[in-house]
């Protein structure tokens, strides 16, 4: 067991990661907003954790970085991400639907573009060798801030989901302008879903610089937009615990692969299949759950269909 | 400039619409509408298929901007104001082809409406601070109220896309209601309704009125209930206003005649 979390710890801490990241993503969702911009916000609070780690900005005694110092990171990356999130959101979330989408895919092309041209990023080469918290090869013991952030947010959106705030957000996704003309402010509220998420992805981006151990202009790219997209798809948009396990299976699943492949006992061909074409495997799998499960994994009937169904109401007239 | 927003004391006037105008390119929705509604009136709205009527109910709540006139609610000017503002200064309104939230519950809907008038925060509601509870189970119970007044508290819990055609629009009124208005507007409130439930109808709009001190503008085609219900009537035909009065006025008014039933 204790071989399995350290041979492991890398991949664990990752889905850990990954998931609060879905999350971010989620939360815009949750007021029907496809917004993209996570992987921007991820990038950007990863250089903030990474510059002010430096060694210049802070001074700590010892081998590790002290791990107060990285929640301060992701405080002020999330801080600045979500002042960031409301000066891009408030033009952007004009927009809707597919437009939203790629104007905040358009965002993060900015901030990879931006971040490779700019010297306190490092450049093209990024920056190197961001300090330590842990002394741990495995790097698993990341999963005690991980683990905890990953926590606070999934019980934050849960709860969200049943206050006035996550009504609101509700409404916007259901019928926008039903929720304007019930005294809800649609703009408002697309730009609180929008921040909140914004600041989520900086949290989990200043960690992950400290994870990665490197940081550069190949963090949080387009790419990383369409991952995440797929761990919502794959997961399922109507609950929280949708994109929380879609990152988890997805993020997972690469790996997983390539050690039963190992186990040996497969016939070689499969196993050499199973190492090499992981990448096939995995979008055969996004086919297949989007064609099978298009609502997801996890769906809203799926919690609703251990009560008993009401009294289902008298066959409707065509509207 | 003399826009006192001191009614004269022989009409009171709650809401007011002064040549309120709606162009859709070539086409006059609304054509130079002006009317006014005194507080407590139950005011119909009726003309042909197609005579602006919806539009206008859509220029009063601020969903489409007027081209131009202006709508005063108590004097001031709300014409110019978004939509969730409009409903925040008191008007409420249903929607004639329904426009509830259909994933959600009964009772997701109507608290849904209490918006405006709750406060708790982010913060304060992740949290679950003692306030943020409090006013929780305040706007359930508030909620639960308004549909056990329209007769769907038995099923809140139920999905509102499940429910009758009826039962639906009943359901945009409790939503209308959670916003405590005091003007409610109902588009076509009797549609998909047998006649059963129609004669309920009038009833119950009018319990509605005296219960919450209601002003109701509402838009029907069923020429029985709106003679029987309202105090006063406008007729709209090709986006203008060609009678306004009561009932037996209006509807010997040869020009309503003429636009029902066609001339020659």
Redesign the interface.
């Known amino acids: 067991m204790t071989d399995f979390f350290a041979t492991n710890g890398f991949l664990i801490v990752s889905m850990t990661l990954a998931a609060t990241l879905a999350l971010s993503l989620y939360l815009p969702l949750m007021a029907g907003q496809l917004s993209l911009a996570s992987p921007g916000f991820y990038a950007l609070g990863g250089y903030i954790a990474a510059v002010l780690s430096d060694g210049k900005h802070f001074t700590w005694s010892g081998q590790t970085y002290p791990v107060p110092l990285v929640l301060l990171e992701m405080a002020l990356a999330g801080l600045a991400c979500a002042v960031l999130a409301v000066i891009v959101g408030v033009p952007a979330l004009r927009l809707r639907g597919i437009y939203l989408a790629l104007a905040t895919i358009a965002f993060v092309e900015i901030v990879r573009v931006v971040s490779l041209n700019v010297e306190i990023t490092g450049g093209a080469v990024g920056i190197f060798g961001i300090p330590q918290p842990y002394d741990d090869p495995s790097k698993l013991a990341y999963l005690w801030i991980a683990g905890p952030l990953l926590g606070l947010a999934m019980?934050?959106v849960a709860?969200?989901e049943r206050?006035?705030?996550?009504?609101?957000f509700?409404?916007i996704r259901?019928?926008e302008?039903?929720?304007?003309?019930?005294?809800?402010?649609?703009t408002g509220y697309k730009v609180?879903a929008f921040t909140?998420g914004a600041a989520l992805a900086g949290m989990v981006g200043a960690l992950s610089a400290h994870f990665i151990n490197t940081w550069n202009a190949r963090q949080g790219t387009f790419d990383a937009s369409i991952g995440l997209l797929a761990f919502v798809l794959i997961g399922g948009s109507r609950s929280f615990l949708g994109p929380v396990l879609g990152a988890m299976i997805l993020t997972a699943l690469p790996e997983v692969l390539r050690q039963t492949a190992d186990t040996g006992g497969l016939p070689a061909w499969l196993g050499q299949f199973m190492k090499d074409g992981r990448l096939i495997i995995y979008g055969v799998l996004l086919v297949l759950g989007t064609v099978f499960l298009p609502q997801g994994l996890i769906t809203p009937a799926l919690f609703q269909r251990r009560r008993p169904s009401?009294?289902?109401?008298?066959?409707?007239?065509p509207? | 400039m003399s826009e006192s927003a001191v009614p004269t004391a022989a009409a009171p006037t709650l809401l007011q619409a002064e040549g309120m105008t709606r162009r859709f390119g070539g086409l006059i929705a609304v054509n130079n509408v002006s009317f006014s509604v005194a507080p407590g009136e139950i005011f119909g709205l009726i003309g042909p298929n197609g005579a602006g009527k919806t539009t206008l109910f859509n220029l009063m709540t601020g969903l489409i901007p007027a081209t131009s006139g202006r709508l005063r609610l108590r004097g001031a000017d709300i014409t110019r104001l978004p939509p969730h503002r409009i409903a925040r200064l008191g008007i409420a309104r249903t929607f004639q082809n329904i426009r509830l939230f259909s994933n959600l519950s009964a009772l997701q809907n109507v608290m849904i409406a209490r918006h405006s008038l709750t406060r708790t925060g982010v913060v304060a509601g992740a949290l679950g601070l003692p306030a943020a509870r409090r006013e929780e189970a305040a706007t359930r119970r508030r909620a639960l109220e308004l549909l056990d007044l329209v007769g769907l508290a038995d099923r809140a819990a139920g999905q509102a896309r499940n429910f009758a055609y009826g039962d639906q629009r009943r359901l945009e009124i409790a939503r209308a209601l959670a916003l405590d208005p005091t003007v409610l507007l109902l588009d076509e409130p009797a549609a998909g309704m047998n006649p059963n439930e129609k004669a309920e109808l009038s009833a119950f709009t009018r319990d509605l009125r005296d219960r919450f001190r209601l002003t109701i503008v509402l838009i029907e085609h069923h020429v029985p209930l709106v003679m029987g219900l309202c105090d006063r009537i406008a007729v709209l035909n090709f986006g203008q206003l060609i009678a306004l009065g009561d009932p037996a006025t209006v509807q010997s008014d040869p020009a309503v005649i003429e636009a029902y039933l066609g001339s020659d």
């Open positions: 019980v934050f709860r969200l206050i006035r705030v996550g009504r609101a509700t409404a259901e019928d302008l039903a929720a304007d003309a019930m005294g809800i402010n649609p609180l909140l009401p009294v289902r109401a008298k066959v409707e007239p509207a």
